[in-house]
């Protein structure tokens, strides 16, 4: 090692230098996404309390769910609260309690109104008593986003707004924003907007896909006869 | 101590009112046709108690003028009692418009006279009355002071202690203007000149004769009304006049060391049934700002179908409220209580069915296999979709391409409501992989494995 080197080292070590390469590693300690892959990439290691993160998804059944399933199912043992506002489908228990979320924390908000889905996220955040909060507000503009974004950081909760995946393009105050697509049996996610260095490629995340659990073998026996075929039941 | 308030009359019926609208319109209260009260504004413009109604007309020809309604003051003077019975047990009536505390024994809890007066007035400011206090050696003594608005006894002007109009005019012919001055004369002369009854009064006063008193006995249940002074159209608008009800309810919860698990506000039309609007809370509360933000959020998306003329607020059963203990740090214990203030507001202004919990329920029927309420739950089958679709979505047969199944579900031929499917799981669009089945009207998409 050259002496010149080493004083850069040096420079580097003892100064506030910040080096492009490198992720804001002041950032506070986020909650584990249950991903490894995922965790390594995101500032603080995890899905960010406090502030907002966009989902912006491709389509719908692509997965998204997945990604923060493990997240929830470890927030609600812990005994903490995790609301629903105004999902576009019913969330459908059997399947939350056999990824291993305690349905006695979840609650379900339903919003009859854009405006009464902002009102009730809003006033989600500022109580501070749960630790997350999953919105789907699709029509969200930037200046009720940043609204949302002032309440999130009043208080601890990490805030899943699910979008689609064509707001990509719009300008967003959350400090994270993902992009979700399908892969084959894999969950492609770009980070399209993070807290330091950009990353190009996107992330496979091997999500829990439904067709791993049942396998092909019965499809393909199944088959054999033609679905329309067969006769009815009943 | 006493409550006097020079404007009873007028506060008694003017106390709905919001300060924005015409906040500097001259009011006043008349009875014979002279004026018996008058606000601020009338009173910067040279309308006095007691001046003729034509009089007063001349001065402030904008003048609004009520008639006396001694009901209203009547009930409103037992509301301030019953308000101000959390401070002492001791409350006695002085109609028609003062109320007596007897205060010694809670001096030391309220932290002194000067800090348990100062809470007074904010109180009554906020439900609706202003107060001139004093507090005296007898109850009668504060009642003069507070009448006459004097530090001492001696300084008193004599037309405070209301005694016979004959007998004032004649302390007023041979010079005596205050009650130093009366006390000074000689006793034996004033008995037979004024009266046995202002000697008396005066005994009463200084303490060398007792005075028996009858003590207010507060209502078992709440119930208070306010007359609006202009019918409100506006909802929203009723705001003001009910927040005046709910710190009155407080008042009379704190007495009571209780709470009420909810309350029913009732906004009275002329001729029409009233509009009932009923607040529940999940644990027993007193606070009024955490009911009016309820009350808020449903008198926003009420439309009325005809102006409101008064309020009547009932509070429901009482319910021994716990008092709270401070902790040093914010504990689970507080936390909880934060959600149950949380899903109240929702509720409030959502409705109670939009916001619910998940369970789980036993039934192969995969739409019957939760409840929004706790239920024991059975584990299902197969894999079952985060989504489910509320109805199912009719799907044409090359809409998807078939990659797992099938699961049959047959059910519920007992209830009538009987489920004969074949469950896939197939892709619909690009990625996306979907619950479908096929049953006898076709197939149908169920569900979306997110």
């Known amino acids: ?234 | 101590m006493a409550l006097c308030f020079p404007r009873f009359a007028l506060e008694a019926l003017l106390r709905g009112r919001a300060p924005p609208e015409g906040a500097d319109d001259p009011w006043a209260v008349t009875e014979n046709r002279s004026v018996l009260a008058c606000n601020a504004a009338a009173a910067a413009a040279g309308v006095r108690p007691g001046s003729a109604l034509s009089a007063a007309w001349a001065l402030a020809p904008r003048l609004r003028v009520l008639p006396r309604n001694a009901a209203a003051e009547a009930g409103a003077l037992e509301a301030v009692a019953a308000w101000a019975w959390q401070f002492t047990s001791r409350v006695s009536l002085e109609p028609p418009q003062a109320v007596l505390l007897e205060v010694e024994g809670s001096l030391r809890l309220f932290g002194g006279a000067g800090r348990l007066m100062a809470r007074l007035s904010s109180g009554l400011a906020g439900i609706g009355f202003e107060a001139r206090l004093a507090a005296g050696p007898t109850a009668r003594a504060a009642l003069w002071l507070a009448r006459g608005a004097s530090e001492t006894l001696e300084a008193l002007p004599v037309c405070a202690i209301a005694p016979s109009p004959e007998a004032l005019a004649l302390l007023h012919r041979i010079g005596v203007r205050t009650l130093g001055e009366l006390m000074r004369l000689p006793r034996a002369g004033v008995a037979p000149r004024f009266g046995q009854e202002l000697l008396d009064e005066l005994d009463r006063a200084l303490g060398r004769i007792p005075e028996a008193r009858a003590f207010f006995v507060p209502p078992e249940r709440f119930s208070a009304r306010l007359e609006l002074p202009a019918p409100v159209a506006q909802a929203d608008s009723v705001l003001f006049a009910a927040r005046r009800l709910l710190l009155q309810l407080e008042g009379f919860l704190a007495a009571r060391q209780a709470g009420v698990r909810g309350f029913a506000l009732s906004l009275l039309h002329r001729g029409t049934q009233a509009t009932r609007i009923e607040i529940g809370f999940a644990a027993p509360r007193r606070d009024a700002e955490h009911g009016l933000r309820l009350l808020r959020e449903r008198l926003g998306v009420l439309a009325l179908a005809s102006p409101a003329e008064a309020l009547r607020l009932e509070a429901g059963e009482l319910a021994p409220l716990a008092g709270a203990t401070a902790s040093l740090f914010r504990d689970a214990c507080g936390e909880a209580e934060d959600w149950e203030r949380l899903l109240e507001r929702l509720q409030a202004r959502l409705g109670d069915a939009l916001v619910h919990g998940l369970a789980l329920h036993a039934d192969h029927r995969p739409e019957r296999a939760w409840r929004t309420a706790d239920d024991d739950g059975a584990a299902a089958a197969g894999p079952r979709p985060l989504w489910l679709l509320e109805p199912p979505r009719h799907l044409g047969e090359n809409d998807f391409v078939l990659l797992a199944g099938p699961e049959r579900i047959e059910a519920g031929w007992w209830d009538g409501e009987d489920v004969v499917r074949d469950y896939f799981i197939a892709r619909t669009q690009a990625g996306s992989l979907s619950w479908i089945y096929r049953g006898p009207e076709g197939w149908f998409l169920h569900g979306l494995f997110a």
Request: hydrophobic share 50%; net charge positive.
């Open chain 1, 1 to 234: 090692m050259t002496a010149s080197s080493t004083a850069l080292d040096a420079v580097l070590l003892h100064h506030p230098v910040w080096r492009g390469g490198a992720l804001a590693l002041a950032a506070p300690q986020g909650i584990p996404t249950g991903f490894g892959l995922l965790d390594r990439e995101l500032p603080g290691g995890g899905w960010p309390a406090g502030a907002l993160t966009e989902f912006l998804c491709a389509d719908e059944g692509i997965g998204e769910l997945q990604l923060v399933l493990p997240a929830l199912a470890a927030l609600s043992r812990a005994g903490n609260r995790v609301a629903w506002l105004a999902p576009p489908h019913l969330p459908y228990a059997p399947a939350l309690a056999a990824a291993g979320v305690r349905l006695e924390f979840l609650t379900v908000i339903r919003a009859p109104g854009r405006r009464d889905a902002l009102w009730a996220a809003e006033q989600v955040l500022r109580t501070g008593t749960c630790r997350a909060l999953l919105a789907w507000l699709p029509r969200a503009n930037y200046t009720e986003l940043r609204r949302l974004a002032v309440a999130a950081e009043a208080g601890r909760a990490f805030t899943a707004l699910f979008r689609p995946l064509q707001a990509a393009g719009e300008s967003s105050p959350a400090p994270l924003r993902l992009g979700l697509e399908p892969d084959g049996e894999r969950l492609a996610v770009r980070i399209l907007k993070r807290r330091g260095a950009l990353l190009a490629a996107p992330l496979r995340i091997p999500i829990q896909r439904p067709v791993h659990a049942v396998g092909g073998a019965l499809l393909s026996a199944f088959r054999t006869r033609s679905p329309a075929a067969r006769p009815c039941p009943a």
